[in-house]
């Protein structure tokens, strides 16, 4: 199973653009990128995937490299509600029984300052 | 309705006692997961339910038993637990099909205190 791994801790002002990166360089062809954050011991709450190319949604934007090792999870206007942990995700291909396994990376702990 | 609802919210136990974590959601989803989470650390998988049956057990102690009475349900019935295992229990659950649009939804989690 892929690995992934984050910078444990960065800070962004607040209306700005917050940048977490997260390397999987492990990552295989049929692999996706999942992006989860996790507020003060809440259930984890998705925020964005993808495969190849870059993907955007209400949330944030992703962008995954040309060679898949590596990816960017951008929070266009970072609000001091962004303040979470962020956790990089690689779904693995299905088991035999056709189960996904999600494993989780360290996570990057994002505080955004006033 | 797009949540999956865990019970009870915190549970304190003495070792010697016997309890169950329940799980339940109604989006029809066919995989329903257990993870465990330490402070400030990250979710670890345990076991995973496809289609009521087990699919995924991550080498998870015996005193650990999971049950998926139907498909929407999940159970995690707990006995003679110790201290480390304190921690934040998180339930999930996903279509499991080979779609795109593939993606976990997490409950709000069980925190359970072992004395």
């Known amino acids: 199973d892929a690995k992934t791994t984050q910078p444990p801790s960065m800070d962004c002002a607040e209306g700005r653009a917050a940048n977490l990166p997260c390397n999987h360089s492990t990552i295989s062809g049929n692999e996706y990128v999942y992006w989860y954050r996790q507020i003060h011991s809440q259930g984890p709450q998705y925020i964005i995937h993808g495969l190849k190319n870059n993907e955007t949604n209400e949330m944030a934007s992703l962008i995954i490299t040309e060679d898949r090792k590596s990816s960017t999870l951008i929070l266009p206007h970072a609000t001091l509600r962004d303040t979470a942990v962020y956790y990089c995700i690689v779904r693995a291909p299905p088991t035999t029984s056709g189960t996904y396994k999600y494993i989780f990376g360290t996570g990057t702990r994002l505080k955004v300052l006033a | 309705d797009t949540e999956v609802t865990q019970t009870p919210k915190h549970l304190v136990m003495g070792m010697t006692n016997k309890k169950s974590l329940k799980c339940e959601q109604h989006m029809g989803h066919r995989a329903m997961y257990w993870y465990k989470q330490k402070a400030k650390k990250p979710p670890e998988l345990m076991f995973v339910?496809?289609?009521?049956?087990?699919?995924i057990n991550e080498s998870v102690p015996s005193r650990f038993s999971p049950e998926c009475p139907n498909s929407s349900l999940l159970n995690l019935h707990l006995h003679a637990l110790q201290p480390e295992d304190s921690a934040l229990y998180l339930c999930?659950?996903?279509?499991?099909?080979?779609?795109?649009?593939?993606?976990?939804?997490f409950g709000s989690g069980t925190q359970l205190s072992v004395l």
């Open positions: 999930a659950s996903s279509q499991d099909r080979a779609s795109s649009r593939e993606k976990l939804f």
């Open positions: 339910y496809s289609y009521e049956k087990l699919s």
